[in-house]
């Protein structure tokens, strides 16, 4: 412990790690929820169903809360690259500089500008340019996510350019934002924000069902819900495959660690695969592990043996391989366990849908299923936690892999400063975070305003729910 508060690089590091992590909690909900959003508006506008109005104006709110929290919780990360992480920044500001102020102009500006109106337009604006508004918001929430991930590929795959004296050089900047990491990674965060956001929305509306308010509404939002899961729950599933896969092909140190793999497996050898074991990084062994012989060879190549060979982490000097090894090789089997799991009760719930257990008067009665969306809303945030860590613990002692190390990275700063700010952001957060529960729980026990009128729309009736008001017809 005296070692940690005595480091400066360390301290940088964790503080960095705090923000990283507090941060993500919020845009993962933000990115996902606006693509619900658009599409309940946009049953709303084709059906005329002020049930899909009264959502998209209920689910809005969570939004807002996100958003405002993840606007303020992300000020402190973006502070640090100028103060933690000074050289770093030099060395790189080329292109990441660049990448962050597209992220900033493009996609935050966007998002923000047209925030307002999707709020508080739904009576100010034509209902079409309200939705063209909701669109604009969930893109921008979006394309925030693909410049952040193109930035992040490129630490992992550096590409478009070279380092000369230190100093990167950009020359090609299509390349370097398209580098070989990006694609799939883009891919493989974009479906894990929309299905962690599908289970929230699911476990919320489950705790209504459960205790039986406004049971109607609530079912049709697990149902929509469950729909588009049928499709995104699988994706997540095969895009994570193919994003370890590149792993393999691009950061093998990582692919080690993530397999506790210390020994390497030549090609032409099946290689087992470890399912659980006790990585000891001082002994350079695993103290204990369970294997699937063969099982790994076809994870990587579907063949029983290896065309290419699997080089263990005593391979590299110590210097040039990830430490901690029980973090990433644990933190890569719980982000796959919860996409497993998620998947399963996807299949499970469309199973009592098609048997026809989930109709509005039957549904209260699957507690057993309710209770499995209630434990999962929160699953979907510590995959991709989990994801996180491995993707840039393992990528260490690397801050640019295979280029620039992170103890080159660091600022210079008395490790006292980095311990006040790091306190002082970690104080920071907590408020927020009791702010975002409290906002949140009281925004979920209120529940939805049902007796809220919609904007009219041009030419057509408006369709009411039995659990919906009458509100006046169009004529």
Not at 103 to 116: K, Q, V
Not at 291 to 296: D, E, M, S, T, Y
């Amino acid at each position: 412990m005296i070692d940690l508060l005595s480091n400066t690089v360390a301290l940088s590091r964790l503080q960095f790690a705090l923000t990283a992590i507090f941060h993500m909690l919020w845009p993962v909900l933000t990115t996902g929820m606006g693509i619900y959003l658009v599409v309940m508006e946009g049953l709303w506008l084709k059906t005329k169903n002020i049930d899909y109005y009264h959502h998209a104006r209920f689910w809005s709110k969570l939004y807002l809360l996100n958003f405002g929290i993840g606007v303020a919780s992300g000020l402190p990360m973006a502070f640090q690259f100028g103060l933690n992480w000074a050289p770093f920044s030099e060395s790189v500001g080329d292109f990441l500089g660049t990448i962050l102020g597209f992220e900033s102009t493009m996609a935050f500006m966007l998002e923000a500008s047209f925030l307002g109106i999707m709020l508080f337009g739904w009576d100010r604006v034509p209902p079409l340019i309200h939705w063209l508004a909701t669109m604009l918001v969930a893109f921008g929430a979006n394309l925030s996510t693909f410049w952040i991930l193109s930035a992040n590929s490129w630490l992992q795959t550096p590409a478009g350019g070279e380092f000369v004296k230190g100093k990167f050089v950009v020359q090609n900047y299509f390349e370097a934002i398209a580098n070989p990491f990006m694609f799939k990674s883009f891919l493989h965060m974009f479906f894990a924000t929309l299905e962690t956001s599908l289970f929230v929305i699911g476990g919320i509306s489950a705790w209504y069902l459960i205790n039986k308010r406004n049971t109607a509404f609530f079912t049709k939002s697990l149902k929509v819900i469950l729909a588009v899961a049928l499709i995104v729950a699988p994706m997540q599933i095969f895009i994570g495959h193919l994003s370890a896969e590149q792993v393999y092909h691009y950061q093998p140190t990582k692919l080690a660690a993530m397999e506790g793999q210390w020994e390497t497996v030549p090609a032409g050898v099946s290689a087992d695969w470890s399912v659980l074991a006790l990585p000891n990084d001082k002994a350079e062994q695993n103290d204990w592990e369970i294997k699937i012989p063969g099982a790994l060879s076809y994870i990587l190549e579907f063949k029983p043996s290896l065309d290419t060979p699997i080089k263990g982490l005593k391979d590299w000097p110590a210097s040039d391989r990830p430490h901690m090894v029980g973090l990433i090789y644990y933190s890569f089997r719980i982000m796959v366990g919860i996409g497993l799991f998620l998947a399963g009760l996807m299949f499970i719930t469309v199973v009592q849908w098609l048997r026809g257990k989930l109709s509005v008067e039957t549904i209260a009665q699957q507690k057993w299923l309710l209770r499995a969306w209630i434990f999962a809303a929160p699953l979907g945030y510590l995959a991709v936690e989990s994801g996180w860590i491995v993707r840039c613990v393992g990528r260490q002692p690397w801050i640019v892999y295979g280029e620039l190390r992170t103890v080159e990275s660091a600022s210079n700063l008395p490790p006292g400063e980095i311990l006040f700010s790091l306190t002082g952001i970690t104080i920071l957060y907590v408020v927020l975070f009791i702010g975002a529960l409290y906002f949140g729980s009281k925004i979920i026990r209120k529940g939805p305003n049902l007796e809220l009128s919609p904007p009219q729309l041009k030419g057509s009736q408006t369709i009411h729910e039995p659990n919906s008001r009458p509100v006046s017809i169009n004529n």
